[in-house]
T-cell receptor
Framework: DSGVTQTPKHLITATGQRVTLRCSPR?????VYWYQQSLDQGLQFLIQ???????AKGNILERFSAQQFPDLHSELNLSSLELGDSALYFC????????????FGNGTRLTVT | GQNIDQPTEMTATEGAIVQINCTYQ??????LFWYQQHAGEAPTFLSY????GLEEKGRFSSFLSRSKGYSYLLLKELQMKDSASYLC???????????FGQGTELSVKP
């Protein structure tokens, strides 16, 4: 168990809808990262927060947004969903930079029909 | 930008040794990580290198050459449960995010 909690585990929704994915980092970790993994694709970095502030942004679509709250949990909001958004969405947390590895949650599997 | 290359697939025999290579080109470098990922599951951390040389951890070892932009993961005494995807990732020097390669799908045969 990595200590990173993601909810829900599975989400099935229709095109055009909006969903929210939730992540609670490991106790003490200030950094939260969101990644997308489509079928046969590698892990694509979306966005990083550190102690409530946005730290880095990857190829995140404008339809997607995220935030980190004062209690350090994070939410990823996906709107105007398209079929191509179907993927595994992982949240990870770390204590910092350098040798601190990212610890991944079990992911949310999103299916857009 | 970042570019990370690793072979797509490899096959090896139970009990044998396998080496998974990774080459990278990055605009900044702050360490290289290897992760293991079973299908549909979370990636799990295996090893970290930031200085040149070999890091050994039980059946797993990882090597780094910063001048060549090259790393490898060595798995010894292969077991069936080692069948998984192995991901090479580089940490940049802006914020700490990891950029992942596409992964190498390793199949261990009896």
């Amino acid at each position: 168990d990595s200590g990173v909690t993601q909810t829900p585990k599975h989400l099935i929704t229709a095109t055009g809808q909006r969903v929210t994915l939730r992540c609670s980092p490991r106790s003490g970790d200030l950094s939260v990262y969101w990644y997308q993994q489509s079928l046969d694709q590698g892990l694509q970095f979306l966005i990083q927060y550190y102690n409530g502030e946005e730290r880095a942004k990857g190829n995140i679509l404008e339809r997607f947004s995220a935030q980190q709250f004062p209690d350090l949990h994070s939410e990823l909001n996906l709107s105007s969903l398209e079929l191509g958004d179907s993927a595994l969405y992982f949240c990870a947390s770390s204590a910092g930079q350098g040798g601190s590895p990212l610890h991944f949650g079990n992911g949310t599997r999103l299916t857009v029909t | 930008g970042q570019n990370i290359d690793q072979p797509t697939e490899m096959t090896a025999t139970e009990g044998a040794i396998v080496q998974i290579n990774c080459t990278y080109q990055t605009s900044g470098f702050n360490g290289l990580f290897w992760y293991q990922q079973h299908a549909g599951e979370a990636p799990t951390f295996l090893s970290y290198n930031v200085l040149d040389g070999l890091e050994e951890k039980g059946r797993f070892s990882s090597f780094l050459s910063r001048s060549k932009g090259y790393s490898y993961l060595l798995l010894k005494e292969l077991q069936m449960k080692d069948s998984a995807s192995y991901l090479c990732a580089v940490r940049d020097n802006q914020g700490g995010k990891l950029i992942f390669g596409q992964g190498t799908e390793l199949s261990v045969k009896p």
